[in-house]
């Protein structure tokens, strides 16, 4: 194996130790980097946009600093989803209506990712605005599922997920409002996280108090997701709903061995089908914690409203946010945007009251279910991968959904529940496509769940199984 696939394949953690102990250079990492995108994106589509000039040379800027003194990070390079600015860097939110757009100042994670010594070396694909789960836009085109090219990423951190799973990044940066991180992450066998609302800052925009979307880390383990963790954390000005920085880091919960004593799984939350295949996978990894003498049983809160209300709340967070774009170019926006911003400007007062106080009631009856539970189990997707032509999942189990988002009641569930999740890795398909489970804890509990998710994923034995070079479908 040559020195390039031996960096390509280690972890991001144990990459950073190498950079620390200067065993390797931000620019070594660069070069196999480019050389491994060269070799495997071109089947996958997952950076579209490159920007390693930039990254050079914030590299070697970064370089006349002392070895163990260049931050968390200490110059691994990140790529940023397509939604996020990057000051200089062409950034589309996958509409033709940005297709030209550089942005002049970056997002501020963005900045506060650099500051931590990440360099930033491309764009991750994204469905147009972030909209549908499944990684596709008029600018770019589809972003492939690597474990089978004639499948769904799913989304809207597909490019995200696609190129940790191929060896095109160590880490990765996305954003959550309906399951962003998660999907994505179960289609493609790697981790992503939802953090809780404020842990990492972004630059407001349309709205100060915006909450449903959030950003947060992505990797191929545990350790490395609580490592961007750390890295992606803390109070900024600009942000009035940051959180301060924890005393103990988020990698040293992960690598606490701490384990759950009482966690719950449920297959369905009792507000969707889920595909049989997928309930057996996930119940059956959720059971493993017993092995270590962990209480495991079935149960979830009561979340029957979380449907209704996200709908509205979501397109009322289209409207906001793209109204004046469906004024003046509705002919470049896709369907389901046009429907989202519509869906949102019908809206009326009273609904909005409705819907607030529905989410009320299910962070309330959430926190209190985890009064009794440490962790509580999902699987993060209730389908395995889906053919790259769906546009999305329109039944599921027998049952046919009245929307393009309804499928993603299960993670969107515990968006509305205030609660931190990710999608582990636990099994694969008889076809071998991955399944991932959605481990959630309580809000702002991002210690524990990151501790049960590593306990966890040691039983499980999966880790490791990326990256993969891209395989075409099975004939």
């Not at 309580?442 to 993969?468: C, H, M, N, W, Y």
Request: proline share 7%; hydrophobic share 40%.
């Amino acid at each position: 194996m040559s020195s390039d696939q031996v960096l390509i394949r280690s972890t991001a953690c144990a990459i950073v130790d190498q950079l620390n102990s200067g065993d390797v250079t931000p620019l070594d990492l660069l070069d196999a980097l480019e050389k491994r995108i060269a070799d495997v994106d071109g089947k996958t589509n997952a950076l579209p946009t490159l920007c390693f000039d930039r990254a050079r040379s914030h590299a070697k800027a970064l370089m006349q600093k002392p070895a163990g003194e260049r931050g968390l990070l200490a110059g691994l390079p990140i790529p940023i989803k397509d939604l996020t600015n990057v000051a200089g860097v062409r950034t589309t939110q996958g509409s033709p209506i940005y297709k030209n757009n550089i942005p002049a100042s970056s997002d501020i994670l963005v900045e506060l990712i650099e500051a931590n010594g990440g360099l930033i070396y491309a764009k991750s694909n994204t469905p147009e605005f972030g909209a549908g789960a499944n990684t596709f836009n008029e600018v770019f085109g589809p972003t492939l599922n690597p474990w089978d090219l004639s499948r769904s990423a799913a989304g809207s951190s597909g490019g995200a997920a696609v190129a940790l799973a191929t060896g095109t990044a160590w880490l990765a940066h996305g954003t959550d409002m309906g399951g962003s991180l998660r999907n994505p992450a179960s289609f493609c066998g790697i981790v992503g996280l939802r953090p809780s609302i404020g842990r990492v800052p972004h630059s407001p925009a349309f709205k100060i108090d915006r909450n449903l979307t959030v950003h947060g880390p992505m990797a191929r383990n545990v350790e490395d997701l609580a490592l961007f963790l750390d890295a992606m954390s803390g109070e900024h000005p600009a942000d009035p709903l940051s959180l301060p920085r924890l005393t103990i880091s988020f990698l040293s919960a992960a690598r606490s061995g701490k384990r759950p004593k009482r966690v719950a799984y449920s297959p369905d939350l009792g507000i969707t089908p889920v595909d049989p295949e997928v309930a057996a996978i996930t119940r059956k990894a959720a059971s493993r914690f017993a092995e270590a003498g962990v209480i495991v049983e079935e149960a979830h809160p009561d979340l029957r409203e979380a449907h209704e209300c996200f709908h509205v709340l979501r397109a009322f967070d289209f409207a906001v946010t793209k109204a004046a774009l469906l004024r003046n170019k509705r002919d470049q926006l896709k369907p389901e945007v046009i429907w989202n911003i519509e869906e949102g400007l019908k809206l009326s007062v009273e609904q909005l009251e409705r819907a607030e106080a529905q989410r009320l009631a299910m962070a309330a009856r959430t926190l209190e279910f985890f009064e009794n539970y440490d962790l509580l189990l999902t699987p993060a997707t209730i389908v395995p991968p889906f053919p790259i032509e769906h546009r999305y999942v329109a039944e599921c189990a027998g049952k046919k959904f009245d929307n393009y988002v309804e499928w993603l009641g299960i993670v969107y569930a515990i968006t509305l529940a205030c609660c931190p999740a990710l999608s582990l890795p636990c099994g694969f398909t008889a076809s071998g496509l991955p399944v991932g489970l959605q481990m959630v804890a309580p809000s702002r509990g991002e210690a524990q769940l990151l501790a049960g998710a590593k306990f966890l994923e040691d039983i499980l034995g999966v880790r490791g199984t990326t990256p993969i070079d891209p395989k075409a479908a099975p004939r």
